[in-house]
């Protein structure tokens, strides 16, 4: 079934969008919380409330990219979750390294005081992976959007993990350089 009529189930409610939905994307759910958790019962029950707020979300929403908009809300749940976790209790899976290695770009937390700056930067920083161009792009957001080991994005791409590292070391260096220019942070 392809997502167009998988959509159309939801906006019609019937309860076959959801098993349609784990079929199709079930296990790439689980893998984006994996990645943020480390932990399988914690993703399984991540990737369970996923399929409930995609129930709750369409409609209205009608996503054109049923796969991210079913990646997005299993990544938030992970997030969500890894914030009432310990990372040293239950296993921090790639998310620790993700914050360590982003860190670098934004001095710290106080730099971002309100929700509006926050979101402000957000923005900026869409616009620069979208101006990457296209392999360096993809692999920014798979490492920092979709928190998945570097190993597994260096193989996915036919590159070393040391090639890999450089890339997004190169890029986390252009993206400082980025918000400095825009006033995010200062040197």
Sequence with gaps: MDDQQIVELYWQRNPDAI???RKKYGSYCFSVANNILGNCEDSEEC??????????????????????????IARNMAFNRFKLRS???????????VLDELSECLVNESDVESELIAQEL??????FVRNLPTREGDIFSRRYFFTEPISDIAKGYGLTVNHTMVIL?????????????EGYIHE
């Design 19 to 21: 098993e349609q939905s």
């Design 47 to 72: 990737v369970n409330d996923t399929w409930l707020h995609a129930w709750n979300g369409i409609p209205p929403h009608k996503p054109k990219v049923l796969r991210m908009f079913l990646a997005k």
């Design 87 to 97: 990372a040293k209790k239950r296993g921090s899976g790639e998310i620790t390294s």
């Design 122 to 127: 957000g923005i900026c920083i869409q616009q």
């Design 169 to 181: 070391s190169r890029t986390r260096n252009k993206l400082k350089k980025h918000l400095i220019k």
